[in-house]
């Protein structure tokens, strides 16, 4: 962390920066650059009439997702495929629901509206139709949100609303891409 | 893992330039910084506070959908991004106590720069009387209720009369709609500024027509935007003709077929005659053709007329329309009226002389299928390479905030993967410090993310006097008056 803190120490106004994994934190300080340029400080401490020194984290501690881990033997499983196709199989308690989940383990869901249900970013197509099944059926506001997401399908959900129950215990969940498709009028 | 391959053949960070700080541009800055934690990213802003359409557009009773500024404060919370508050970009400041910056300036100081500022003009029908008084563009009724510094003097004439058109059916008309029927008592608990909230408690507004020249399986609201008004406590929804819809709603998409049940439910209030009761309609199959006033006051609307239209594909959601034949006309008595057809873009002043491709028939700039701008130089000067667009003066003035931050995150995709060609061409910037060295610019006048946290806290510490989330100020120089 000491290439942080002296960032930290020389940068005044700095601020956490949370939504960053864990791996991305090791890139960062592997290509940190140079100390800040002379213009650089100057330009920091105009912007800042009341330099203030707070401590850096970049823990998933104060990330989003407000989750606990499970206690052991009370775990129940989610898997989240992201876009790219990869597997991310998280152990959760009963009662989390899906975008804090998300959010906690640094998947890309973006959940604009913080979890009230007033957009579609979290969503998410549940794999089989059998743990669809399993959750009680979406309300009008959350069927008014899925009706504007990308890529609808059968089994969509937002995130939000979707709390983990035992019944859900090993349920695969797709991340849709947040990338619009590109659309023909883009190329004029 | 890009951060990486770029670094081992590049040691200078891109320096980015933003200009706007709505949700295009923060989600764009989002994606990159998350992407590219090395670039740096200075976001310019022509008001002294951020959040664009999220502070000026988004309806007061929809706070939750403004919670994207919690994220939006934590990309700006990153060492390597910088808010530029109250500094123009390519136009002069429009407001008195702002600064301008040259757009050429940025250019030379940045290896990207990202055109996000919206869409800040409206679009016009075009038909006679649209100048009577009376007559406003929703976006402007829109930005004087959300407290935006230049509609704060618009004084909406809400008490000559009982009845309102709103002219177009998007989400804004029906927003419009909401606050013109909505209970003041509620609106007052909401960020809606008190010189709004007082002429809102003395509009006489009680019918609202909202009106669109195609059906409701064409319109572009949303469910959620016709569900809201459907539960407003006490407001009547005037039926709709059962004809309007297919007879079996499941043959239509799952969208399509949600809405037109809720349409069809229609609101729990009757339609009363007892005075004092409020009501709204969707008007389908009309075209405004005139706006028109009374001879006992020539000057203010009174009235607009219609011609009614034919789908030619009834249940079709792109289907077109054509006037009766033999034409028909409708008159609606209307003391006041909203124009709300769409926002539009304007180009930048520089973008001529700079040589930014522009297309005005859509509002937006010219651009490849992922937000890249081709810079033409008029006088054959060398072409900038960094140059991109995102958000609404990139997709047109249309979308939720999902779709803007979709098409921001393919922006920012673009910005990184261009990110060690750009630096490779270009030499080490000098960002906002170069600009500065080029441009007479009152530095004073700068507005930082500290400076805005603080007007800010002092929109909070007014609101919690007045019993609300925040009182938002609505002058620039009050915003600046808080830094002094």
């Known amino acids: 962390m000491s290439a942080f803190r002296l960032c930290a120490q ?132 959350e069927n008014d949100m899925l009706d504007l997401a990308f890529g609808l399908t059968e089994t969509s959900r937002l995130g939000c609303q979707v709390k983990m129950t035992k019944e859900l215990d090993g349920m695969v969940v797709k991340l849709p891409s947040m990338t619009r498709n590109l659309q023909a009028s883009d190329f004029k | 893992m890009l951060a990486l391959a770029w670094q081992r053949t590049n040691n200078t960070p891109p320096r980015i ?74 136009n002069p400041s429009d407001h008195d106590h702002g600064v301008g910056v040259s757009l050429g300036s940025v250019m030379r100081n940045y290896h990207a720069v990202v055109f996000a500022y919206g869409a800040s003009r409206d679009r016009k029908l075009g038909v006679r009387g649209e100048g009577l008084k009376g007559v406003y563009s929703a976006r402007e009724f829109v930005g004087w209720y959300n407290g935006l510094p230049a509609c704060a003097g618009l004084e909406p004439e809400l008490g000559r009369g009982e009845e309102a058109v709103v002219v177009g059916q998007g989400n804004v008309a029906l927003d419009v709609a909401r606050i013109l029927l909505s209970d003041v008592d509620v609106l007052a608990k909401l ?146 009226a909203f124009r709300s057809i769409g926002y539009k873009a304007a180009p930048l002043q520089d973008f001529q002389t700079v040589g930014i491709p522009f297309d005005e028939g859509r509002g937006v700039v010219k651009h490849d299928p992922a937000g890249r701008v081709q810079h033409t130089p008029q006088d054959g000067g060398k072409v900038f390479q960094g140059l991109y667009c995102t958000g609404w003066v990139k997709t047109g003035p249309t979308g939720v905030i999902a779709s803007t931050m979709g098409d921001a995150f393919a922006t920012g995709d673009a910005i990184v993967e261009d990110a060690e060609r750009l630096s490779n061409e270009g030499r080490i910037k000098g960002g906002w410090e170069g600009v500065l060295a080029e441009e007479n610019v009152a530095r004073e006048r700068v507005v930082s993310w500290e400076d805005w946290n603080r007007i800010d806290g002092a929109e909070k510490e007014r609101g919690r006097e007045l019993g609300k989330e925040r009182e938002k100020m609505v002058q620039t120089e009050e915003m600046l008056e808080v830094l002094r």
């Open chain 2, 191 to 336: 960020d809606v500024p008190e010189h709004a909230l007082a002429r809102l408690a003395e509009s006489k507004v009680r019918r609202v027509h909202v009106v669109g020249r195609r059906g409701p399986l064409q319109a572009a609201f949303s469910t959620k935007e016709a569900r809201e008004l459907m539960r407003l406590e006490g407001l009547a929804f005037h039926p709709l003709d059962k004809g309007l819809f297919p007879e079996d709603l499941k043959t239509l998409p799952r969208a399509s077929r949600r809405l037109s049940e809720i349409l069809l439910k229609g609101s729990p209030t009757p339609v009363s005659t007892t005075p004092g009761g409020k009501s709204w309609s969707l008007d389908f199959l009309l075209s405004p053709s005139a706006f028109l006033s009374s001879p006992d006051s020539p000057d203010h609307l009174s009235s607009t007329t219609f011609t009614r239209n034919t789908l030619t594909s009834p249940f079709s959601p792109t289907s077109s329309v054509e006037p009766l034949n033999p034409p028909e006309t409708i008159t609606i008595p209307s003391s006041i």
């Open chain 2, 17 to 90: 330039a933003i200009i706007g700080s709505g949700p295009a541009g923060f989600y764009t800055a989002h994606r990159t910084l998350t992407r590219l934690p090395t670039s740096h990213i200075d976001m310019y802003e022509a008001l002294p506070v951020p959040f664009g359409l999220v502070r000026f557009g988004v309806a007061p009773d929809h706070p939750e959908v403004k919670n994207c500024q919690d994220t939006f404060t934590k990309v700006a919370s990153h060492p390597n991004f910088t808010f530029l508050g109250n500094v123009s970009v390519g």
């Open chain 1, 10 to 141: 020389r940068l005044p106004g700095l601020r956490s920066f949370p939504k960053q994994p864990a791996s991305a934190i090791t890139q960062k300080l592997a290509v940190s650059p140079s100390p800040p340029s002379r213009a650089q400080l100057l330009n920091a401490a105009r912007l800042s009439p009341r330099p203030q020194l707070r401590a850096f984290s970049a823990s998933a501690r104060v990330s989003h997702g407000h989750v606990d881990p499970p206690k052991p033997g009370e775990e129940l499983y989610v898997t989240f495929v992201d876009k790219e196709g990869e597997e991310h199989k998280i152990a959760v308690n009963a009662g989390d629901n899906l975008l804090d989940v998300a959010q906690a383990h640094d998947l890309e869901m973006e959940g604009a509206c913080g979890g009230s249900c007033a957009c579609s970013t979290c969503h998410v197509i549940v794999t089989d139709q059998k743990y669809y099944d399993q959750m009680p059926e979406p309300d009008d506001d």
